[in-house]
């Protein structure tokens, strides 16, 4: 069975999952040899609305994975092996994704800039944000929401005057960001 959840073990449904069945291999010494084996079966599935996804399959070793839905956030943990040693017997592979609270939470935001700190939500609408890092040196930013995505608007120091950003759609209470 292969289970789709986040971090805080939310279930997460209707993700697309797949099983990839890998000979040769050692089940009961959990071992893949690393170039040594090609696929030879290979499974597709949905995540039920409990995010789980179950595959009868016979003894071996398998590589599993996801295709994560558009506006989610998997943890980025590597390749993913199951071992089935045993007839019969029932193994649980799990792909997680960053919990979210929705647009304005950190790990969201810190993924779409592309960053590994998790940026501290100054200020959010859901739409534009200001936000800023617990590293060295001035790294505030303002950023917004486009298409989905989070993107850097300014980053501080900045030389936008408010007739610039108020004309891009900076909303009025971010006003005093701006020095011109």
Do not use: K
């Amino acid at each position: 069975m292969l289970r789709t959840e986040t971090v805080s073990g939310i279930a997460v449904p209707d993700v697309p999952v797949h099983l990839s069945r890998q000979e040769p291999c050692d089940p009961a010494g959990h071992d893949i040899p690393v170039g040594e084996t090609s696929e030879t079966q290979r499974l597709d599935a949905v995540t039920d609305g409990d995010g789980r996804a179950v595959f009868t399959v016979p003894v071996g070793c398998y590589y599993f994975g996801m295709t994560a839905p558009a506006g989610t956030n998997p943890v980025p943990e590597g390749m993913h092996s199951a071992f089935l040693s045993t007839a019969g017997s029932t193994v649980d592979g799990l792909l997680r994704f960053q919990d979210t609270a929705g647009p304005c939470h950190p790990d969201g935001i810190s993924a779409d800039l592309g960053m590994l700190d998790n940026a501290a939500v100054v200020d959010c609408d859901g739409t534009w944000a200001v936000i800023r890092f617990a590293t060295p040196g001035d790294n505030q930013r303002i950023i917004r929401r486009v298409d989905g995505t989070w993107t850097t608007y300014v980053l501080f120091p900045h030389e936008t005057c408010w007739a610039t950003a108020e004309s891009d759609g900076v909303p009025a209470r971010l006003r005093p960001y701006f020095t011109c």
